[in-house]
């Protein structure tokens, strides 16, 4: 069936070192992708979105690569803060559901 | 981004009882709400769809008559739970979007049925 899912349930980086939390979907229809952040008690934050014509955009601090040979999607996040630790989730429309959330990663950054 | 506010933020409600999630969008206009539930370390999953002025899409597996939706205005929806039951008791959040590609999500409403 259709899913969005995450290769690595947590991920744990040192401080100032990058982050890199992988995707893998599964339906090539998609018209795009997005992450989201989510803290502890909090609804999802937006992080960035790409469309699926695109292998790359970036943001602050923020990159996210998009391989559809292989239908993966990456997170990338430079210099990594103490704030950033949170859950991402990957999302993307699916047939008739406007987002389908992935499971999640869960950053935890080590000062 | 667009901001989107719930209430309560949270509740403790009693077995059998009712209770009322409101989430509003705050400095956009709403015109596709959603509902999500969201069990601990779990993700979000999508309830029901609500359009303003008509009837709720619900997901497979979801009740309708136990999760009454009400998308009134294009700010202003809400999620009644009805004859709450313990294995009700999550973290509910609402999303928004005004035909723009990102949902806007409010901050959740953790309700616990005791």
């Known amino acids: 069936g259709e899913s969005v899912g995450l290769h690595l349930p947590t991920l744990s980086v040192q401080e100032g070192d990058n982050s890199i939390i992988n995707c893998a979907y599964s339906n090539s229809a998609s018209d795009y992708f997005i992450w989201y952040k989510q803290e502890s008690g909090k609804g999802p934050q937006f992080i960035i979105d790409i469309r699926s014509n695109m292998d790359k955009r970036q943001g602050q601090r923020v990159t996210v690569l998009l391989n559809k040979t292989v239908k993966h999607l990456s997170l990338q996040i430079a210099a990594t803060q103490p704030g950033d630790s949170a859950v991402y989730f990957c999302?993307?429309?699916?047939?008739?559901?406007?987002?389908?959330f992935g499971k999640g990663t869960r950053l935890s950054v080590i000062a | 981004g667009a901001v989107v506010s719930q209430h309560p933020s949270w509740v403790i409600c009693k077995s059998g009882t009712s209770v009322k999630i409101e989430c509003r969008s705050l400095?956009?206009?709403?015109?596709?709400m959603f509902w999500y539930r969201q069990f601990p370390k779990q993700s979000l999953m999508l309830m029901a769809t609500?359009?303003?002025?008509?009837?709720?899409?619900?997901e497979q597996g979801v009740e309708k008559d136990k999760f009454l939706i009400n998308h009134a205005s294009l700010t202003l929806s809400t999620l009644t739970v009805t004859s709450a039951h313990p294995e009700d008791s999550s973290f509910y959040i609402c999303?928004?979007?005004?035909?723009?590609?990102?949902?806007?999500f409010g901050p959740g409403t953790r309700l616990t049925v005791t």
């Open positions: 999303g928004g979007h005004a035909g723009l590609r990102e949902q806007y």
């Open positions: 999302a993307a429309p699916m047939g008739n559901t406007p987002l389908v």
């Open positions: 609500s359009n303003e002025g008509s009837k709720a899409t619900y």
């Open positions: 400095d956009f206009q709403a015109t596709t």
